[in-house]
């Protein structure tokens, strides 16, 4: 996959991790889980698809994408609920067996009976639906799933993390973006820890919306790509002004497109927050909730979405390990998607 291909090379750089925004002190934690081959577990990119074109990739969420239950669970029973209905065909199918796939991935990333930990912030329904969907999986291949909430976390006199009933937590399962944990208090008993994270600190590096100025960078019009910059090596450029020399030649054979319409987006935006759409030099639509503004953004040249029944989809493929298993689907009205788009489950007519 290309993704692996960028993060080759960013943990090789410290001028883009630093574009990138790792904390430098952490350098050494993400650069080294990379280095030793922590697996990952899974990801989802969000995609523009019109069903004619090749599909477009808007993000790649690959640190603690939600909508898994509804992907794996709910719509895998409203299929099979309207079969049993007779509304749709018993030879109808859904591209979906993330929950599977899952399975396969926990039983080939740890030993059996090895014992997991799965944290996400209290009193939150949707990452608990998320982490509960996980630790399902986790048990039915034959490991240990322990909850506790992420602000019950505690440290040890030996600098190990603990959970709710002081258990040594060997193996982390946190739905806690690493953006947010390495800027964290707690971030200073990382490395000596003995924690096993899942995610792995490298999966810093791809669930950084930095990705996709390098992946076009690198991949220059490769057909599922669209054209990405750092806001601050085109601004001047997006206003008449000169782009920096360092991507002077690709800004130029971007610009009629990044001239008619472009997206800003924050870092480390989620569920389109702080993000807006200017076309032609002007913002047409922006997120009300401005959580990121403060951090550094990228231009990425703006695709609409498809339109059907007034509402835009966007497409989410699901990653187990490095395959493809799962497709959801969520729409809103609004050209950004957003926390409260509605989910819309799928299905494939025989």
């Given at each position: ?107 080939d990333m740890f030993a059996p009976n090895t014992n997991l930990h799965f944290t996400a912030i209290a009193g939150n329904p949707e990452d608990y639906a998320t982490v509960e969907a996980l ?216």
């Amino acid at each position: 996959m290309r993704s692996r291909v960028a993060v080759a090379t960013i943990v090789e750089s410290e001028y883009l991790l630093t574009r990138l925004a790792i904390p430098p002190e952490h350098w050494d934690l993400v650069v080294g889980s990379w280095q030793q081959g922590e697996p990952e577990l899974y990801g989802r990119f969000d995609l523009a698809y019109d069903g004619k074109g090749p599909a477009k990739m808007l993000e790649y969420n690959a640190d603690t994408p939600t909508s898994l239950y509804e992907t794996a669970a709910f719509q895998w029973t409203w299929l099979e609920d309207h079969i049993a209905a007779g509304v749709l065909n018993v030879r109808d199918d859904q591209f979906n067996r993330v929950h599977e796939a899952l399975v396969e991935r926990f039983r080939d990333m740890f030993a059996p009976n090895t014992n997991l930990h799965f944290t996400a912030i209290a009193g939150n329904p949707e990452d608990y639906a998320t982490v509960e969907a996980l630790a399902w999986a986790a048990r039915e291949a034959g490991l240990g799933a322990h909850y506790t909430d992420l602000d019950k976390i505690g440290i040890s006199d030996a600098g190990q993390f603990t959970d709710d009933q002081d258990r040594v937590m060997g193996v982390l399962f946190k739905l806690y973006p690493w953006e947010d944990l390495l800027r964290d208090p707690f971030a200073a008993h990382l490395a000596g820890s003995g924690c096993r994270f899942v995610e792995p600190p490298w999966k810093a590096v791809v669930s950084n919306k930095g990705l996709l100025p390098v992946l076009w960078q690198m991949f220059e019009g490769h057909p599922n790509l669209l054209p990405a910059f750092f806001h601050d090596d085109v601004a001047a450029a997006l206003s008449g002004g000169t782009p920096s020399a360092a991507v002077a030649d690709s800004f130029g054979r971007a610009a009629p497109g990044l001239l008619k319409g472009h997206v800003i987006k924050p870092l480390f935006s989620r569920e389109g927050a702080s993000l807006s759409i200017v076309e032609q030099g002007a913002v047409t639509e922006a997120s009300a909730d401005a959580t990121y503004a403060a951090h550094p953004k990228i231009v990425q040249a703006y695709h609409p979405l498809p339109m059907f029944d007034g509402f835009r989809p966007v497409i989410g493929a699901w990653i187990v390990g490095q395959a493809c298993c799962g497709m959801a689907v969520r729409e809103d009205r609004s050209r950004i998607t957003q926390d409260l788009s509605r989910f819309k489950p799928h299905f494939i007519h025989d």
